[in-house]
Each structure stands twice: as structure tokens, then as C-alpha cells.
């Protein structure tokens, strides 16, 4: 089998790509930590963020596997949108809400499940995301497979509920839902709509989200070297993708104030 060739870097917009953003967080703008509480956002970042928002008028979004709660915690409360947990909650850029409803027993069965499982193999440590139980084996790595093995094992007594695989986390999650949707329901509206998507992310829950920016014409940028991947662009780390969002705010502010220049010219 050939090699697999290298990804490009992603380009910048030029003066008359109307982009729209949709970036995943951890392990894209946020780099991995060994537990998820542990991660926080500089101010530099989310003012990168902020500024990157009003250059796109709006047309920017949050793509994550965390809960909105967690996310508002992280970002101050932000006024873009924002998918959580893999696009079972939604917040559009008007602020109104869409979530998927769990009962109660379900989640609770379903954190007990876990619980056990996590409990079976010391290492593995459990999240509760409320709908959704991640188990996180970032701290012991060679338990992967055998986590992959005892969550398969588990689903069929979890009706509803799917597997889904991520970088040294397994997470049980309610069916029908994933970011490749989120970003469509995204895009249906303002200021997202007729424009181009451009996905950023890098574990395999962001492969949705790539296809769907390569189905609507838009860029895919993978931040790491997981292969294999429908991502068209490539970014090396969570480093490389904040230093490229830096060159695209400045792209942005700058085909602006051309565009406004050459405008001006002509009167």
C-alpha cells in the first residue's frame, strides 16, 4: 500500500469568500490535558475568537464534544453559536436553544453502565456529560482497545444510545445526532446561510463535520496526522491551528479594507 501523500495547508480567505467558521475545541484550538477539567482559554484566544466573530458578521461557531455549559463556562458566556455534545445541543447565533430530551432513569442507567465499566479497568476515569458518559483513558492509552471492547460489550443493554470512538475517550451518546448535522441546521440560518463552510478539527467525531464542508463546497482542515480522513487541509497542532486562525483575521480585516479602498476608488 503507497503512502498516504500529505495534506496542504489551508488557505486564507481572499476579498470575496464569505467564509463561515466552525471550529471544534479540544485537541483543535484547546491542546489535549490529562483530564477535561483542567483545560482553560487564555484570554489571547478568546479575544482571537471574538474578533474572528465580528470579522465574519456573526458566521461563526463552536463544534464540540463538551456540553454548552461547559463551553459558556470556558468562552465567558459567548455570544456565537455553539454545538455541544457532538451536536445534541444546539444554541443558533439568536441565542434560542435545540436540544435532544433524556429521561431522568435513561441517564442514569446509562452513568451506572459506565460506572461499571470504568470501575473494571482502573485508569479509566468517567465523565458525566449529562445525555452522554465520556471514558477517558488519556492517563493509560494501552487500555484503548480494551475499552473500545468492554463499551461494545455494553450497548446492547443502552437502546438509543451509540458508541462513539475519539481520541483516548470512548463516549456513549444518543443516537441520531453528530457535528456534520449540527453544522447543517447551522447553515439553514442566518448568518451562516450561502455562505462557505470552512471545519476545523481533529478526532474522528469531526469527520462528519468535514463532510459536510466538502459537500457544500467548502475547506476541511484536519489539525493533527490521524489518517485516515476526509479532510482536504492540514494543520499540525493545536499551535499551528491558532497561528492560521491568526493569519485568517488578518486576511479578513485586511480584503475588507481593500475591497473598501478599491470601492472608494471608483467614485
Known sequence: MSAQLPLPAPPVPGVDDRWALFLDVDGTLLDFVDHPDQVCVHSRLREL??????????????????????????????????????????????????????????RSLVRDIAGTVAAALPGVMMEDK?????????????????????????????????????????????????????????????????????????????????????LEGGLSIRVGSREPSLARYSLSDPAAARAWLFRVLHALKHGALSHAHSSGGKH
Not at 474578533?51 to 464540540?64: F, N, R, T
Not at 452522554?132 to 473500545?148: D, G, I, K, N
Not at 453544522?183 to 448568518?191: D, G, H, K, Y
Open 49 to 106: 475568537i471574538e474578533d474572528l466573530y465580528g470579522a465574519l458578521d456573526g458566521a461563526l461557531a463552536l463544534v464540540s464534544g463538551r456540553s454548552l455549559d461547559d463551553l459558556d463556562d470556558l468562552f465567558g458566556h459567548p455570544p456565537w453559536a455553539m454545538a455541544g455534545l457532538h451536536g445534541l445541543e444546539l444554541r443558533g447565533a439568536d441565542g434560542r436553544y435545540r436540544g435532544v430530551h433524556i429521561g431522568a432513569s435513561r
Open 130 to 214: 449529562g445525555m452522554a458518559v465520556a471514558l477517558h483513558c488519556r492517563t493509560s492509552p494501552q487500555l484503548f482497545e480494551r475499552l473500545r471492547e468492554q463499551v461494545q460489550g455494553v450497548l446492547p443493554s443502552l437502546a438509543g444510545y451509540e458508541m462513539q470512538p475519539g481520541n483516548m475517550v470512548i463516549e456513549l451518546k444518543p443516537e441520531g445526532m453528530d457535528k456534520g448535522s449540527a453544522v447543517a441546521a447551522l447553515m439553514s440560518a442566518w448568518p451562516f446561510r450561502e455562505r462557505q463552510p470552512v471545519y476545523v478539527g481533529d478526532d474522528l467525531t469531526d469527520e462528519h463535520g468535514f463532510a459536510m464542508a466538502n
